[in-house]
């Protein structure tokens, strides 16, 4: 079985190896070989700890900096990758190193097996025995009816997305009615022993950025702390405009005209920045991956939910594992693509620079 990526758009193998050495499509050099067990280390040095698990590319919601409210062209049944095949990923994931799995969409709570999903992630463990870590984004909508099931399941931690507490704004952000369920997901989640929540924000200039410090209000209300986040161009109808997006330094500007802000040290791999809000204990998180990258310190791979591993958001390869998956490949292919795709991880994703390509994919098929 051949390791395989593959150019997103054309969809056409560029390169191939066998599954022990892999190939990089990005940089053109053979990975070096490992076995299962070892650190997944790319060629800048930064050791991946964490993989997201995209379970679906359908979502309740039609957010207008995600999808388009009609025509959208959803993943095929057939090449959903199945409970028993996200668990062998992620097995052989965990004993190279991977700590933490979160579980994203689209929406993860659209997944009918979701809890299952849960139980049998959290019940994997890595070297030594050491536990692993199961993280959920979510709308927010079935979350109360369902967070009881998935912390009996194993669940740890929550990001809930709310970018406007006004009922006609969530209307217009989201094209769909649903503010009272998001609401109540996040009261389960305030009322639950998960900590900490996160609630999450797309900060964007004259839609919502008048409401930083109600939503920072409503979320140190809720014992959360509230992440607001520079809009990137991951929408699938390619309307990014940068003048659009509201930058960290006026969030936090903005803030500052409430709050004394003091600096979070040790951020290590973590995507957002965070401040102290007056001292503490309550704090807010900026994810400013447009003018602030830390792509350094990215420790992160993405797994789609049609079974392609990427190791960037704006990445324009996908290393494809279903082949492995469903034709008998054993769990050192599978070992063997994961180092390919950590191999050919660039240093950073160039969204500053004037050859940037949006990638063709949308955030809902890609997996926050």
């Not at 993943?75 to 965990?94: G, H, N, Q």
């Not at 324009?316 to 994961?338: C, H, N, S």
């Amino acid at each position: 079985m051949s390791a395989i990526p593959v150019t997103i758009g054309r969809r056409v193998p560029v390169s191939a190896a066998s599954a022990d050495v892999g190939v990089s499509a990005a940089a053109g050099v053979a990975a070096p070989a490992a076995t299962i067990g070892a650190p997944l280390v790319d060629t800048h040095g930064r050791v991946h700890r964490d993989l997201r698990i995209s379970l679906t590319d359908r979502c309740s919601l039609r957010c207008t900096y995600c999808m388009p409210e009609q025509g959208n062209e959803w993943l095929a049944k057939s090449s959903i990758v199945s409970l028993d095949e996200i668990v062998r990923i992620a097995r052989v994931a965990a004993a190279d190193g991977i700590t933490t799995f979160r579980l994203t969409g689209g929406e993860p709570l659209l997944r009918a097996d979701i809890v299952e999903v849960v139980r049998r992630l959290a019940a994997i463990t890595g070297p030594g025995g050491r536990p692993v870590e199961i993280a959920m984004t979510t709308n927010g909508i079935r979350l109360a009816e369902l967070l009881p099931g998935l912390v009996d399941a194993g669940l740890d931690r929550l990001n809930i997305s709310i970018d406007t507490l006004r009922r006609d704004r969530f209307h217009a952000l989201t094209r769909r009615d649903r503010l009272d369920d998001v609401l109540a997901g996040i009261a389960a989640a305030a009322a639950s022993g998960l900590r900490p929540v996160k609630l999450n924000a797309v900060a964007m200039r004259d839609v919502n950025d008048d409401e930083l410090v109600d939503l920072v209000e409503f979320a140190t209300g809720h014992d959360a702390q509230m992440r607001f986040i520079e809009q990137m161009p991951l929408d699938a109808g390619h309307t990014w405009d940068r003048s659009r997006m509201v930058t960290q330094d006026e969030i936090l500007a903005t803030l500052r005209g409430r709050w004394t802000l003091t600096p979070v040290p040790g951020r290590g791999g973590a995507p957002a920045a965070r401040w102290l809000l007056d001292g503490g204990p309550h704090s807010v998180g900026v994810i400013a991956s447009v003018t602030a990258p830390f792509c350094g310190d990215c420790d992160r791979l993405r797994l789609t939910a049609d079974g392609q591993l990427r190791n960037c958001l704006f990445s324009a390869t996908e290393y494809d594992l279903l082949p492995i998956l469903r034709g008998g490949g054993e769990d050192g292919q599978v070992d063997g693509m994961l180092r390919s795709c950590v191999h050919g991880k660039l240093p950073g994703h160039a969204i500053n620079d004037p050859s940037f390509l949006q990638p063709v994919r949308g955030m809902n098929a890609i997996g926050g």
